[in-house]
């Protein structure tokens, strides 16, 4: 009997940003997979030209909501190593402290309010309002844990502001670090309870493996998120962060001429999984046990399972955090205002967005006005291998329901956690 | 009575505001309660058909279909909503209408600029393309500013949004003022309403909200020159959020 394969999804939802899903076999026969992203790409590179320094953070970070605090840093730390700024110990150990917070809101956003509704088999969050209500409730508290993290550190939920070359410009008091720490601790049995729920409806998430190179930051000792080299599990030599265009290789794909990158092979992945397959055994107690609940081992390479890595990390930044603020505290808490004598100079800075590796870097001239700006994205980097993913996913379940196939293919994307508004390098396609 | 129907879009833009809503959490349940939302693409899979009584429109117009887009959103509401500084005056994404359109595609794809997907057009806001019933103003908006005009929409009133500078909010905060650090505040000609979170956070105001109706120029100028500066200092800082608004030419010839 004849059958076709027809499936054409516009704007995937539940994701940031725009992409389409297109797939059509007949009789068994894939005549083609594509994953577009009809996304309006708005040339932030382009338009950093001419702006100063001290202004370069406030602009990028409007490149994303979800990942401000990520794209301030990594334009902080480029701004830092073209202008050779040093940063005190305790502003280092602060920008790790701040940076967990959008950790926090962006995993349990992801995993709680956008894929949730899929192990579950419902259309949003909505309905399990109702369903779900205590689920949904311990999401909500640690969304907004994740939240007021950045509001007490970096001055804002979204688009931070205390973030600046050299250091903060206001620092949390110590009375406030103290009391955040009890929020911290309090957030444990919800975090646990939300690995307890997703692990009741973890058999929805499907068995699908290819063997792929995984790339984040990597840093001796540390499960990092902020500092280190740029790691792969293609290679035991990681590379300075300086050199990171030779490791995105940013190129146009014959078979559908959006920019892809790759480094040892066709594709990579960048995100939580990553961070897991290069970092797991620096991972804190509380984190490792979530990550064996799950059976999530280091080497796996089931891109659904990203989602079971954002959890256990979600576990980890709260874990460390507490760590953290208790250093702080037993160090006690310095004031210091950066100050910066602007110069020319070429930079780069590279730091671990939710979704991904992110690679920022500028030139100015001795005035400390941008010239040059070179900016890769985490989703952007994911992108060839979601294409590689969908390759090899299709021919396995084309046996299956165009409703069943489409779910797979959604789910996938939405595994990766994209970020497409994000993409300063997405090509703008619509295949018609 | 059924409740309205609430549909939300997006064009270019960082989502964020969006996600401000997103953060109201228990008090987006609330909401929920007195209206249907309809569409959401960021957080639901259903799909409006026909018409709805609400649109919340986040982010700039930068191609042309993207102003079909709007008309048709625009088309199909009674009320349309534009949501934060990319919809009601371009915001960053302005910054591009600086540059040549083959300049700035050049510049991010190289060699392949001239292929005809990437074709951009100069930033529009949403209010300059169709006609905007409410704009909530922000980068990103301000969630407490967002409610309350929904609530004035529910019941019929006309939101009250602040036409004084972030400077009132500033002095009520008790901030010891940015230009007392040497810095250059866009405060004084920045409509307010943010309760002055920026200059709050050791920063200086950064213009996210617009020139305030009316700015008092005089008293701007009074205070650049106290501190050294001019008002060509300000305009090029207010650049940043507000590329191509009129008011800086207000403040220029004041």
Same mark, same amino acid.
């Given at each position: 009997?004849?059958?076709?394969?027809?499936?054409?999804?516009?704007?995937?939802?539940?994701?940031?940003?725009?992409?389409?899903?297109?797939?059509? %076999?007949?009789?068994?026969?894939?005549?083609?997979?594509?994953?577009?992203?009809?996304?309006?790409?708005?040339?932030?590179?382009?338009?950093?030209?001419?702006?100063?320094?001290?202004?370069?953070?406030?602009?990028?970070?409007?490149?994303?909501?979800?990942?401000?605090?990520?794209?301030?840093?990594?334009?902080?730390?480029?701004?830092?190593?073209?202008?050779?700024?040093?940063?005190?110990?305790?502003?280092?150990?602060?920008?790790?402290?701040?940076?967990?917070?959008?950790?926090?809101?962006?995993?349990?956003?992801?995993?709680?309010?956008?894929?949730?509704?899929?192990?579950?088999?419902?259309?949003?969050?909505?309905?399990?309002?109702?369903?779900?209500?205590?689920?949904?409730?311990?999401?909500?508290?640690?969304?907004?844990?994740?939240?007021?993290?950045?509001?007490?550190?970096?001055?804002?939920?979204?688009?931070?502001?205390?973030?600046?070359?050299?250091?903060?410009?206001?620092?949390?008091?110590?009375?406030?670090?103290?009391?955040?720490?009890?929020?911290?601790?309090?957030?444990?049995?919800?975090?646990?309870?939300?690995?307890?729920?997703?692990?009741?409806?973890?058999?929805?998430?499907?068995?699908?493996?290819?063997?792929?190179?995984?790339?984040?930051?990597?840093?001796?000792?540390?499960?990092?998120?902020?500092?280190?080299?740029?790691?792969?599990?293609?290679?035991?030599?990681?590379?300075?962060?300086?050199?990171?265009?030779?490791?995105?290789?940013?190129?146009?794909?014959?078979?559908?001429?959006?920019?892809?990158?790759?480094?040892?092979?066709?594709?990579?992945?960048?995100?939580?999984?990553?961070?897991?397959?290069?970092?797991?055994?620096?991972?804190?107690?509380?984190?490792?046990?979530?990550?064996?609940?799950?059976?999530?081992?280091?080497?796996?390479?089931?891109?659904?399972?990203?989602?079971?890595?954002?959890?256990?990390?979600?576990?980890?930044?709260?874990?460390?955090?507490?760590?953290?603020?208790?250093?702080?505290?037993?160090?006690?808490?310095?004031?210091?205002?950066?100050?910066?004598?602007?110069?020319?100079?070429?930079?780069?800075?590279?730091?671990?967005?939710?979704?991904?590796?992110?690679?920022?870097?500028?030139?100015?001239?001795?005035?400390?006005?941008?010239?040059? %700006?070179?900016?890769?994205?985490?989703?952007?980097?994911?992108?060839?291998?979601?294409?590689?993913?969908?390759?090899?996913?299709?021919?396995?379940?084309?046996?299956?329901?165009?409703?069943?196939?489409?779910?797979?293919?959604?789910?996938?994307?939405?595994?990766?956690?994209?970020?497409?508004?994000?993409?300063?390098?997405?090509?703008?396609?619509?295949?018609? | 009575?059924?409740?309205?129907?609430?549909?939300?879009?997006?064009?270019?833009?960082?989502?964020?505001?969006?996600?401000?809503?997103?953060?109201?959490?228990?008090?987006?349940?609330?909401?929920?309660?007195?209206?249907?939302?309809?569409?959401?693409?960021?957080?639901?899979?259903?799909?409006?058909?026909?018409?709805?009584?609400?649109?919340?429109?986040?982010?700039?117009?930068?191609?042309?279909?993207?102003?079909?887009?709007?008309?048709?959103?625009?088309?199909?509401? #009674?009320?349309?909503?534009?949501?934060?500084?990319?919809?009601?005056?371009?915001?960053?994404?302005?910054?591009?209408?600086?540059?040549?359109?083959?300049?700035?595609?050049?510049?991010?794809?190289?060699?392949?600029?001239?292929?005809?997907?990437?074709?951009?057009?100069?930033?529009?806001?949403?209010?300059?393309?169709?006609?905007?019933?409410?704009?909530?103003?922000?980068?990103?908006?301000?969630?407490?500013?967002?409610?309350?005009?929904?609530?004035?929409?529910?019941?019929?009133?006309?939101?009250?949004?602040?036409?004084?500078?972030?400077?009132?909010?500033?002095?009520?905060?008790?901030?010891?003022?940015?230009?007392?650090?040497?810095?250059?505040?866009?405060?004084?000609?920045?409509?307010?309403?943010?309760?002055?979170?920026?200059?709050?956070?050791?920063?200086?105001?950064?213009?996210?909200?617009?020139?305030?109706?009316?700015?008092?120029?005089?008293?701007? #100028?009074?205070?650049?020159?106290?501190?050294?500066?001019?008002?060509?200092?300000?305009?090029?800082?207010?650049?940043?959020?507000?590329?191509?608004?009129?008011?800086?030419?207000?403040?220029?010839?004041?």
């Amino acid at each position: 009997m004849s059958r076709t394969v027809d499936i054409s999804v516009h704007h995937v939802t539940r994701v940031e940003g725009h992409g389409n899903i297109r797939v059509r %076999a007949v009789d068994g026969t894939i005549e083609r997979i594509e994953w577009q992203v009809p996304e309006a790409p708005r040339f932030f590179e382009a338009m950093v030209r001419g702006q100063k320094w001290e202004d370069i953070q406030t602009i990028v970070s409007r490149i994303c909501g979800i990942c401000s605090v990520t794209h301030s840093f990594a334009a902080v730390k480029a701004i830092e190593d073209a202008m050779g700024i040093e940063t005190s110990e305790q502003t280092e150990k602060l920008r790790v402290l701040t940076h967990y917070g959008e950790q926090m809101e962006s995993h349990a956003l992801h995993v709680g309010y956008l894929v949730a509704p899929d192990l579950l088999g419902v259309n949003s969050v909505v309905p399990l309002v109702e369903t779900h209500p205590e689920a949904v409730k311990t999401v909500i508290r640690l969304h907004r844990l994740g939240n007021r993290w950045m509001e007490i550190l970096a001055g804002r939920r979204t688009h931070p502001v205390s973030l600046r070359p050299g250091g903060f410009s206001m620092l949390p008091g110590e009375k406030q670090l103290r009391e955040f720490k009890k929020e911290l601790e309090a957030a444990v049995p919800d975090l646990q309870a939300l690995a307890e729920f997703v692990l009741s409806v973890a058999d929805r998430l499907p068995k699908f493996e290819r063997p792929t190179e995984y790339i984040a930051l990597v840093d001796p000792g540390q499960y990092t998120f902020y500092h280190g080299l740029i790691g792969s599990t293609d290679t035991e030599k990681p590379k300075p962060v300086r050199e990171f265009e030779s490791v995105v290789n940013e190129f146009v794909s014959p078979q559908s001429t959006a920019k892809w990158c790759k480094w040892h092979r066709d594709a990579y992945a960048v995100g939580a999984l990553a961070r897991f397959n290069l970092n797991a055994e620096h991972l804190l107690p509380l984190a490792t046990t979530v990550a064996k609940q799950f059976g999530l081992e280091k080497g796996c390479c089931n891109p659904y399972m990203n989602n079971v890595a954002q959890l256990v990390e979600a576990v980890q930044v709260v874990e460390h955090g507490i760590q953290l603020i208790d250093e702080l505290l037993t160090a006690g808490l310095k004031p210091e205002r950066p100050k910066v004598k602007p110069r020319a100079g070429w930079g780069a800075g590279a730091v671990e967005a939710p979704r991904g590796i992110l690679f920022h870097s500028y030139e100015f001239d001795a005035a400390g006005i941008c010239r040059r %700006a070179n900016l890769t994205i985490p989703t952007n980097q994911n992108h060839a291998n979601i294409q590689k993913d969908f390759e090899a996913l299709v021919p396995q379940i084309l046996d299956r329901s165009e409703d069943d196939i489409r779910l797979m293919l959604e789910m996938l994307v939405r595994a990766y956690d994209p970020c497409i508004s994000c993409s300063t390098h997405y090509l703008d396609i619509e295949f018609v | 009575m059924s409740k309205p129907t609430v549909a939300i879009f997006d064009f270019a833009c960082c989502e964020g505001c969006q996600l401000q809503i997103v953060n109201l959490e228990e008090e987006l349940l609330d909401l929920i309660s007195v209206v249907q939302p309809v569409e959401w693409r960021e957080a639901m899979s259903d799909k409006a058909d026909g018409d709805f009584d609400i649109a919340i429109v986040e982010g700039s117009i930068t191609r042309p279909e993207d102003e079909d887009r709007v008309r048709e959103i625009r088309k199909r509401c #009674k009320i349309l909503i534009a949501l934060g500084a990319c919809a009601t005056f371009g915001g960053v994404n302005k910054l591009k209408n600086k540059f040549t359109m083959d300049d700035v595609r050049k510049c991010v794809y190289g060699d392949a600029a001239d292929m005809p997907h990437l074709s951009t057009a100069p930033t529009k806001s949403v209010c300059e393309v169709v006609q905007v019933d409410y704009r909530v103003e922000g980068c990103p908006i301000d969630a407490g500013e967002f409610t309350y005009i929904v609530r004035c929409l529910a019941m019929g009133t006309d939101p009250v949004i602040p036409s004084y500078p972030v400077c009132v909010e500033c002095k009520l905060r008790e901030n010891v003022c940015r230009f007392e650090y040497g810095e250059l505040c866009l405060g004084p000609v920045t409509r307010a309403g943010c309760n002055a979170c920026c200059p709050s956070a050791g920063a200086w105001c950064f213009g996210c909200r617009g020139f305030v109706d009316d700015p008092n120029v005089n008293a701007a #100028k009074d205070v650049l020159e106290k501190y050294g500066l001019t008002i060509e200092d300000l305009n090029s800082r207010m650049e940043l959020f507000n590329y191509g608004q009129e008011p800086a030419e207000n403040v220029k010839n004041g």
